[in-house]
């Protein structure tokens, strides 16, 4: 196996010490395994501390997966707060905020529906998640190749929510950014 399989591999599995034995060696974060992807990309999305430890390592969270065209940015939104579970045991808003301090882009869109993060962390009903990608900059005033734009897809229990903390007022018309700039007209 490859070294930078072994890389990919470790991050996959979560294999701390040995992600980091490979990097500390010269592994290069950004090389795409055998498979097209890099180490970031096969890493559980809820996974703080292997991104941490790529990233650290100048890894590139704006990298697309070859096949679907997505970014970590988008798993980050979607995956891993699918299970009711994982969001109970961990702050799972932390990995996207990582990957924004990182400079990864939460405003490049699938390619295949359109939508980016926060339509992704809307329609799941991730409040924090949505507000993390809010004061990283995300879009939430573009619609996805459907027409429709986050707040469109978020349950009215996140949209009350985002309306309590003065973020969104006029149910969905308009939206305040995180440093309650002018309202940005929606529709």
């Known amino acids: ?6 890389l990919s591999d470790a991050a996959a599995r979560g294999d701390l010490q040995r992600a980091r034995g490979l990097l500390e060696d010269g592994a ?10 890099t180490a970031i990309q096969v890493m559980m999305m809820d996974d703080a501390k292997m991104a941490q430890l790529l990233l650290d390592y100048s890894a590139n969270p704006n990298v697309p997966d070859p096949d679907s065209g997505r970014f970590p940015a988008h ?3 979607q995956q891993g707060f699918l299970d009711t579970l994982t969001v109970m045991m961990m702050d799972d808003a932390s990995m996207a905020q990582l990957l924004l301090d990182y400079s990864a882009n939460p405003n490049v869109p699938d390619p295949d529906s ?8 809307a329609q799941q009903g991730f409040l924090d998640t949505l507000i993390v990608l809010l004061t ?3 879009h939430i005033h573009i ?3 459907t027409g429709r734009l986050p707040l469109d897809l978020a349950p009215d229990h996140i949209v009350a929510a985002l309306q309590s903390l003065g973020i969104v007022t006029d149910s ?3 939206i305040m950014q995180d440093t ?6 929606l529709h």
Do not use: L
């Not at 359109?114 to 962390?121: S, T, V």
């Open 143 to 145: 619609p996805d190749k």
């Open 136 to 138: 990283g900059k995300a």
């Open 180 to 185: 309650m700039e002018p309202m940005i007209r």
């Open 114 to 121: 359109g939508r980016f993060p926060a339509h992704d962390a």
């Open 75 to 77: 798993d980050a939104a």
């Open 1 to 6: 196996m490859s070294e930078v399989d072994d």
């Open 172 to 174: 969905k018309k308009h």
């Open 28 to 37: 290069d974060p950004n090389a795409a395994n055998s498979n097209g992807r």
